[in-house]
C-alpha cells in the first residue's frame, strides 16, 4: 500500500513540477518538491531491511515533516507571505530529535510522531483559515478538509497510543492503526494538493476576470467595462422611463506632460485624475477609463441640469488636484462634454455618446478647462 501511495505522489509531484517548470509558481514548485519527498519518505520508511532500520527510522520520518514543511513553505509562497522559519524547520529538526532519541521505543515514537505532524496539519490548517477571504473558493475548502483529516489522523495516532488504548503495534504490519494512518495521510495529502492547485487557479481566473474588466493602471473599469455598464443603465432608465447622463472627460494638454516629464508622470498623472473623479462620485455613478486620457462617467437616474453641476464639480476637482511629480506639482485642467436625457424608446446609446463626445471637442475648441453640453441628434440614431 505504501508503495501504490508512493506511486500516486510520486506521479503528481512530477506532473506539477513539470508544469512549473520555468515559471515563477506561487508556491506550486514547493509544494511539488514537498510531494516528491512525500513519495520518497514512504519507501524509505517501509522497505526494511532493505533499508537499515535506524536509517529508515530516522531519514523516512524526517522526510516525512520535510514534505509537509516544504508544502506549507509553498503555501505561505501563494499568500506572498515571508515563511515563518520555525513553523517550516522546527518540526523537521524535532521529528530527526525524538526518531534519535526513540530509535528503540515504537509507541513513543508514534506519539511523538502522530504530535508533530497533527501539530503540523493543524498549523496548515490555521494560517489557511485564517487567509481565507484571499481565496474563499472550493480550493480553500478543499485544502481546509485535507489539513482536518491530518490533524484527526495524527492527533488520533498520538491519543490511542499515548493514552494506552492500542499497546501492540506492528509499525510494519496491517495493523488497523497503521493501516488507518496510511490512507488517511494519503487522503489528506491528495486533498491538500488539490486544494491548492484549485486556489492558484481560482486566484488566475480572478486575476483574468479583473483585467477583462478594469485597466490596469488606474484600476478603475476598462473602455468595455465601462461601455457594458452604460448599456445596463441605458436599458434600466428606458423601462422606468428614467433620466440617464453620460460624462466624457478629456486631459486637457496632456501630450505637454509626457513630452516634458517623461510617460511614467504621464501614468501618474492619469491615476491621479482617475481617482480625483472616482472619490467625487455617488455609489451608484461609475468612472471608466474610456482611451489614453479620456474618461467616462455614467450618472444614473440624473437629469442633464443636474449633469451640467456634476461636470463642473469634476472640472474644479481635477484642476484643484495637486500632482506630484519628482517634486514639481503639477495641476491639469481637463475638458468635459454633458449629455443628460430622459431615456425614450427613440434613444440610443450610440447617439448619446456621440452627442457628449461633440460637446467635448467643442469645449476643448472653445479654449479647453471647460463644461459643454450636447445635443442629442435622434435623426443619426
Ligand atoms: N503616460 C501615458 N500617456 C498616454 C497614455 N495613453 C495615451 N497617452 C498619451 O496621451 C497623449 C494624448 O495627446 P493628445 O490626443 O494630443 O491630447 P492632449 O495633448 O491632451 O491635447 P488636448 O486633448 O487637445 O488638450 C498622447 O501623447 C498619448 O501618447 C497612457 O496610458 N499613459
Redesign the pocket.
Known amino acids: 500500500m505504501a508503495m501504490m501511495i508512493s506511486v500516486a505522489a510520486l506521479t503528481m509531484s512530477g506532473a506539477m513540477l513539470w508544469l512549473t517548470h520555468g515559471l515563477g509558481s506561487e508556491g506550486l514548485k514547493q509544494w511539488g518538491w514537498g510531494l516528491f519527498t512525500y513519495a520518497v519518505a514512504l519507501p524509505v520508511l517501509t522497505l526494511r531491511p532493505m533499508v537499515p532500520e535506524p536509517l529508515s527510522i530516522v531519514a523516512g520520518n524526517t522526510l516525512l515533516a520535510g514534505a509537509v514543511s516544504l508544502m506549507l513553505w509553498g503555501y505561505y509562497r501563494f499568500l506572498k507571505l515571508p515563511a515563518n522559519r520555525w513553523l517550516i524547520i522546527g518540526p523537521v529538526l524535532l521529528t530527526t530529535l525524538c526518531m534519535l532519541v526513540f530509535i528503540d521505543q515504537l509507541a513513543a515514537r508514534v506519539i511523538a510522531n502522530g504530535l508533530i505532524s497533527g501539530t503540523q496539519a493543524l498549523l496548515m490548517g490555521v494560517i489557511v483559515y485564517r487567509h481565507r477571504q484571499l481565496t474563499p473558493g472550493r480550493g480553500y475548502q478543499l485544502l481546509l478538509a485535507g489539513c482536518c483529516i491530518g490533524v484527526t489522523i495524527f492527533y488520533g495516532r498520538f491519543i490511542t497510543v499515548g493514552s494506552g488504548a492500542v499497546t501492540h503495534i506492528d509499525s510494519l504490519g496491517a495493523h488497523l492503526l497503521q493501516t488507518l494512518s496510511f490512507v488517511g495521510s494519503l487522503a489528506s495529502v491528495m486533498l491538500d494538493s488539490l486544494g491548492f492547485i484549485g486556489m492558484i487557479k481560482e486566484r488566475a481566473d480572478e486575476r483574468n476576470r479583473r483585467l477583462a474588466m478594469f485597466d490596469e ?1 488606474t484600476g478603475i473599469a476598462n473602455r468595455r467595462a465601462i461601455l457594458d455598464e452604460f448599456g445596463k443603465r441605458f436599458s434600466e432608465a428606458l423601462r422606468h422611463r428614467l433620466s440617464l447622463c453620460v460624462l466624457m472627460i ?10 516634458n516629464y517623461g ?5 501618474r ?2 491615476k491621479a485624475i482617475a481617482e480625483a473623479i472616482g472619490t467625487r462620485l455617488r455609489t451608484q455613478d461609475s468612472v471608466g477609463r474610456y ?3 479620456e474618461f467616462m462617467v455614467v450618472l444614473p437616474n440624473t437629469s442633464h441640469s443636474c449633469g451640467m453641476l456634476v461636470a463642473e464639480k469634476l472640472r474644479c476637482s481635477i484642476r484643484s488636484t495637486p500632482i506630484d511629480i519628482d517634486g514639481r506639482t503639477l495641476t491639469l485642467s481637463a ?1 468635459i462634454g454633458v449629455l443628460g436625457s430622459p431615456i425614450t424608446a427613440g434613444s440610443t446609446v450610440d447617439a448619446m455618446i456621440r452627442a457628449s463626445d461633440a460637446a467635448l471637442y467643442r469645449a ?1 475648441s472653445l479654449g ?1 478647462d471647460r463644461v459643454e453640453q450636447g445635443v442629442l441628434d435622434m435623426s443619426q440614431t
Do not use: I
Request: charged share 35%; glycine share 12%; proline share 0%.
Open positions: 493602471l478629456d486631459v486637457d494638454h496632456f501630450k505637454q506632460v509626457n513630452d510617460h511614467q508622470a504621464g501614468d498623472v492619469l482611451g489614453g486620457e475638458s476643448k479647453r
